[in-house]
């Protein structure tokens, strides 16, 4: 079982809609949790954090973490053709030096104009 | 605030040579830097974890002799791909760490070895 899995897609919406990307891991000591958006041949870019349990909402994206249940979401509301990208779901746990980050292999998205 | 560059963007070596790869961070002191490398259509894999002053901690399978890291300063980390082949070439990224939590990237560097 891989420590962070995400869903590899493509997830394709219309332009306009909700895009739900979810992620589940496996290791309970997770500390934090991260969404990257990474387009085709950059490096990532951090969109949201989430440390708690419950909702946290930035602008049209929203993030959901139920620790309980090892799961983490992302939902993109009003969905543009700019979103279109790969989404990788991040987990953080202690490591050397203070922590490790360990990524899921992402899941692309593609939205339709 | 929170941005990491890195230098070059983009490097073709030929095989058996060296290459190094500078990363900062720009606008604040960075606890703890990282050095990860992705393959096309893969997602990131973490090489090594450095803190300033000290030596790097590099994750199984990755040759600590191959890939040298220097973090020579809160600001700075280097990493040298000694003797590059052809499987070498790849997209390496660093990401710098202001407070045990969060990660910044810098725009990575794409390595073609001939």
């Known amino acids: ?113 | 605030g929170a941005v990491v560059s890195q230098h070059p963007s983009r490097v073709i070596c030929k095989s058996g040579t060296s290459v190094k790869i500078e990363c900062r961070s720009l606008d604040f002191q960075a606890t703890t830097m990282f050095w990860y490398r992705q393959f096309p259509k893969q997602s990131l894999m973490l090489m090594a974890t450095s803190n300033e002053g000290s030596k790097a901690t590099y994750e199984q399978g990755v040759e600590k002799d191959k890939f040298l890291i220097n973090h020579a300063s809160l600001t700075l980390s280097t990493l040298t791909v000694t003797s590059a082949h052809p499987e070498d070439s790849s997209f390496y990224i660093c990401s710098a760490s202001r407070n045990y939590n969060e990660q910044f990237f810098g725009p990575g560097t794409r390595l073609t070895v001939l």
């Open chain 1, 1 to 113: 079982q891989k420590e962070v899995e995400q869903n590899s897609g493509p997830l394709s919406v219309p332009e306009g809609a909700i895009a739900s990307l979810n992620c589940t891991y496996s290791d309970r000591v997770s500390q934090s949790f991260f969404w990257y958006r990474q387009y085709s041949g950059k490096s990532p870019e951090l969109i949201m954090s989430i440390y708690s349990n419950g909702d946290k909402e930035d602008g049209r994206f929203t993030a959901q973490l139920n620790k309980a249940s090892q799961y983490v979401s992302l939902l993109i509301r009003d969905s543009q053709p700019s979103d279109s990208a790969t989404y990788l779901c991040a987990v953080n746990r202690p490591g050397t030096g203070g922590f490790k980050t360990i990524f899921g292999a992402g899941t692309r998205l593609f939205v339709k104009a």
